[in-house]
């Protein structure tokens, strides 16, 4: 049984890696963050990321998740039952609150988070397939956000005996704003620049033409058109203009 811990030099600076090669599953601390991980799985930590109440579990082989540089992580939940799952957060300046990554059937699956992101309670679950799941650069989640890649559970047609709600994928492009308490379920495609409203279910693929705009209903729909988002304030914003 061993840990070994080495650096690395990247274009976003140095990072942590972290080779899980173990006779058995075992149990690692790193600043705040816990890891248990099973044999031949490879972990990239940031060293200068700052972990809360934070874990990493991975029961299979052959995956890999990269964490990148933070303000805070405070209650990350990556949690990993199956084998050559990829998992990627990319480095932000901002704080990340309460992301939980869960994949507990199904191979092969990858979640991969953008740089820039601002996250206060989002839950990507992926549990059956191989679907991924992909979000952009320099996006914003609310509270209560879930995504899902697939039901869960089999809807099958009666004729032919076999399930029709396949997983799939969900795609999130950049500078997306999530707002508090929405679902966004398989095969979605959110275009970038837009604005998910507080409460929406999100079950359909928007394009390009839906860029800069507001999603929101249920179902959602386009709601406005011709808008942008920034994360300061409306009073920040109109004492510039």
């Not at 816990?34 to 995956?63: W, Y």
């Not at 480095?91 to 820039?116: C, F, M, W």
């Not at 308490?181 to 079950?203: C, E, N, R, Y």
Request: charged share 20%; proline share 3%; with cysteine.
């Amino acid at each position: 049984m061993w840990v070994i811990i080495l650096l690395w030099l990247s274009s976003y600076g140095l990072h942590y890696v972290l080779f899980c090669a173990l006779a058995c599953s075992t149990m690692v601390m790193i600043q705040g963050l816990t890891v248990q991980a099973d044999a031949s799985n490879r972990l990239k930590i940031s060293p200068s990321a700052r972990f809360e109440g934070s874990r990493i579990m991975i029961s299979g082989h052959g995956c890999n998740v990269s964490v990148g540089s933070a303000r805070i992580y405070r209650g990350l939940l990556i949690h990993l039952d199956g084998n050559h799952k990829h998992v990627e957060i990319g480095d932000t300046d901002d704080h990340i609150i309460n992301l939980k990554v869960l994949s507990q059937r199904g191979e092969g699956q990858s979640a991969v988070i953008g740089t820039g992101l601002r996250c206060n309670g989002m839950e990507i679950q992926m549990t059956d397939g191989n679907a991924a799941f992909r979000m952009g650069n320099d996006c914003m989640a609310s509270w209560g956000v879930k995504i899902r890649t697939s039901d869960g559970h089999a809807i099958i047609d009666i004729a032919s005996g076999k399930a029709i709600n396949i997983p799939q994928d969900v795609v999130i492009g950049d500078r997306v704003w999530l707002c508090e308490d929405i679902k966004i379920l398989k095969g979605v495609l959110i275009p970038s620049d837009t604005i998910i409203a507080s409460g929406s279910v999100i079950a359909r693929p928007f394009g390009p033409e839906d860029s800069c705009s507001v999603i929101g209903g249920c179902p959602g729909r386009v709601l406005k058109r011709g808008v942008r988002w920034d994360k300061r304030s409306p009073s920040e914003i109109n004492a510039l203009v």
